[in-house]
T-cell receptor, first 116, second 113 residues
Framework: GAVVSQHPSRVICKSGTSVKIECRSL??????MFWYRQFPKQSLMLMAT?????????EQGVEKDKFLINHASLTLSTLTVTSAHPEDSSFYIC????????????FGPGTRLTVT | AQSVSQHNHHVILSEAASLELGCNYS??????LFWYVQYPGQHLQLLLK??????LVKGIKGFEAEFIKSKFSFNLRKPSVQWSDTAEYFC???????????FGTGTSLTVIP
């Protein structure tokens, strides 16, 4: 149980275009989902917290107009990177918090974004 | 500000060697602590966690960790590593009053057969 999927696993896009990444909780309902960014050889940095049906809360320094997050249902959150630039190239990971344990989060496999 | 430090960035061991990975955090209040593992090409998986009680916790695959409150530490140990333990290991902390994980920078473990 507690499986989180992400789609796509890899995406290459041209500079200036937008890319949408989906995060789904497959066998549980996730009222809260988190989006992280992982740079090579570095830790996961929390970008934003999304709660179903409400606006996402962004961490300091994260541009909310650039990284659009929508959490439209209890099993789906999307991250859209708008007007992507090469510096947005990174590994994006989502996690979902289930209802059984307040502190446990289940991580998706990540999406490798490359902007050319 | 809260932070999590993992002092070993890259560890190389031979099979059957013992492992200890350090994790220290800075936070004045009560926290819950986690160790996650990321095998090559796979997603983060929970190894073990500490919420309260016995400070020595056992996780999957023979791993254990000890919470030492006075040292703000939560070191990960395994008495005898295997080649299949080659992975990236992340320590994470979440304050009991909060919602946000704070991750360490990770330790890359390479086990040589």
């Amino acid at each position: 149980g507690a499986v989180v999927s992400q789609h796509p696993s890899r995406v290459i896009c041209k500079s200036g275009t937008s890319v949408k990444i989906e995060c789904r909780s497959l066998d549980f309902q996730a009222t809260t989902m988190f989006w992280y960014r992982q740079f090579p050889k570095q830790s996961l940095m929390l970008m934003a917290t999304s709660n179903e049906g409400s606006k996402a809360t962004y961490e300091q320094g994260v541009e909310k107009d650039k990284f659009l997050i929508n959490h439209a249902s209890l099993t789906l959150s999307t991250l859209t990177v708008t007007s992507a630039h090469p510096e947005d190239s990174s590994f994006y990971i989502c996690s979902a918090k289930g209802t059984s344990s307040f502190y446990e989060q289940y991580f998706g496999p990540g999406t490798r974004l490359t902007v050319t | 500000a809260q932070s999590v430090s993992q002092h070993n960035h890259h560890v190389i061991l031979s099979e059957a060697a013992s492992l200890e990975l350090g994790c220290n955090y800075s936070y004045g209040g009560t926290v819950n602590l986690f160790w996650y593992v990321q095998y090559p090409g796979q997603h983060l998986q929970l190894l073990l966690k500490y919420f309260s009680g016995d400070p020595l916790v056992k996780g999957i695959k023979g791993f254990e960790a000890e919470f030492i409150k006075s040292k703000f530490s939560f070191n990960l140990r395994k008495p005898s590593v295997q080649w299949s333990d080659t992975a990236e290991y992340f320590c994470a902390v979440i304050p009991v009053t909060g919602n946000q994980f704070y991750f360490g920078t990770g330790t890359s473990l390479t086990v040589i057969p």
